[in-house]
T-cell receptor
């Protein structure tokens, strides 16, 4: 099983550029989410989705857009990259839309983004 | 809002020894879950163990066990018989119990880097 697939694994952008981080899961999971990981700050929730067509903001949503047109895909868009968005980004999914402890969260392997 | 605090940025333990990683949290909720995640150098996030707040019994998973003190809002991880493969970053995380139709979200601590030495 592929699980949660994130692409690309590494990316370097210039300030002001736009790009999309891709996340796809093949487990028919309802719940998908994006986290960013910064040194000394742990992981913080950016956006999440409880199903196709439904998205909501997390703890640090500014500067990021998401959409969920299919169950499988949950792309994260940076419209105008800033150096403050340099981070490692993780996508995670769960079978249950509530992402409770009854269902394990499956994480992708991360995308390391540098904004110069 | 919930907060999770890991006060030990780095720890070291010798192989075969036991080590305890600390975690405290703050919440006004009564129903919630607590987790420990492991992140090795490969960057993959791996669930180590989880605890439901309504359960008094401490969770165990092979060499990993927790000491859950609900009144003190403390959730420490004990690793017994440490192995070189346990070298990783360890994150404590909190999740509120979610009602049907809402999504529960993980709140992470800042992590403890554990080094297992020979």
């Amino acid at each position: 099983n592929a699980g949660v697939t994130q692409t690309p694994k590494f990316q370097v952008l210039k300030t002001g550029q736009s790009m999309t981080l891709q996340c796809a899961q093949d487990m028919n999971h309802e719940y998908m989410s994006w986290y960013r990981q910064d040194p000394g700050m742990g992981l913080r929730l950016i956006h999440y989705s409880v199903g196709a067509g439904i998205t909501d903001q997390g703890e640090v949503p500014n500067g990021y857009n998401v959409s969920r047109s299919t169950t499988e895909d949950f792309p994260l868009r940076l419209l105008s990259a800033a150096p403050s968005q340099t981070s490692v980004y993780f996508c995670a999914s769960s079978p249950d839309r509530r992402a409770t402890a009854n269902e394990k969260l499956f994480f992708g392997s991360g995308t390391q983004l540098s904004v110069l | 809002a919930q907060t999770v605090t890991q006060s030990q940025p780095e720890m070291s333990v010798q192989e075969a020894e036991t080590v305890t990683l600390s975690c405290t949290y703050d919440t006004s909720e009564n129903n919630y879950y607590l987790f420990w995640y492991k992140q090795p150098p490969s960057r993959q996030m791996i669930l180590v163990i989880r605890q439901e707040a309504y359960k008094q019994q401490n969770a165990t998973e092979n060499r990993f066990s927790v000491n859950f003190q609900k009144a003190a809002k403390s959730f420490s991880l004990k690793i017994s018989d440490s192995q070189l493969g346990d070298t990783a970053m360890y994150f404590c995380a909190f999740m509120m119990w979610g009602w049907a139709g809402t999504a529960s979200k993980l709140t992470f601590g800042t992590g403890t880097r554990l080094q297992v030495t020979l």
